[in-house]
């Protein structure tokens, strides 16, 4: 199901903040807003059929969430984030992931799942399509999650994963950033496949580790 028909079976139940704010938070992670962005309230009330109270509303939880960012009398823009927002996402990313690898319910179809979204990642590597690299990843990740059966968990992810989508833009300068973890995101299904769970978390762990030492080196150094 797109992101488009998400919305439209949303919009017909209800149009609440949280809702809204759903619906912000899937464009950014889909790559659709990306940092520095200004949010319209008419452009956007208008297309997602709110108030512009209602779509304020959205606008303070996303900027609780460091996704979005309200300058006085200029409005709000979609979050750049730095150094310490890519430390803290990585302090949220080390606590969910390895453990939903550890104590999660890798079953037949979710493996098949992660699987099939690892294909595309290749696909897309041989291509050189580094947004479809990016998006392939989106998904493994939020799929690792997913493991554990928590839609609250799931939820929180939601938001990691629209912070690192706005990261990800900080790293266009570094093509090949998404490169050598497709072949890691393999590796991991395969420790799952053959029931090495505490495995596949230590190295899951490792390599969480290794993204976020290469994020900080590269904006440290810019």
């Known amino acids: 199901m797109t992101i488009a028909e998400d919305e439209k079976i949303a919009a017909e139940h209800a149009h609440t903040t949280a809702w809204v704010a759903s619906v912000l938070r899937a464009r950014i992670a889909a790559g659709q807003l990306t940092p520095g962005s200004k949010l319209s309230e008419q452009s956007l009330s208008a297309s997602l059929g709110v108030s512009r109270n209602t779509l304020r509303q959205a606008f303070a939880t996303l900027e609780g969430e460091s996704i979005v960012t309200r300058i ?3 409005g709000v823009f979609v979050a750049s ?4 927002e890519v430390r803290e996402i990585y302090r949220v990313r080390r606590t969910i992931e390895p453990a939903a690898v550890l104590w999660g319910r890798p079953t037949a179809e979710a493996l098949d799942a992660m699987e099939s979204i690892i294909s595309r990642a290749k696909a897309a590597r041989d291509a050189g399509s580094v947004p479809d690299m990016a998006n392939a990843n989106q998904a493994f990740h939020e799929t690792v999650v997913g493991l554990t059966g928590s839609d609250s968990l799931r939820e929180l992810m939601d938001r990691v994963l629209a912070e690192m989508r706005l990261v990800f833009h900080a790293m266009a300068s570094a093509p090949d950033f998404h490169t050598h973890y497709v072949d890691r995101n393999a590796q991991l299904v395969q420790r799952l496949r053959a029931g090495e769970n505490e495995l596949a978390a230590a ?8 993204a976020e030492a290469e994020l900080l080196g590269h904006l440290e150094g810019a």
């Open 72 to 74: 006085p009398n200029r």
């Open 81 to 84: 984030p730095g150094v310490e």
């Open 203 to 210: 190295e899951l762990r490792a390599y969480l580790d290794a």
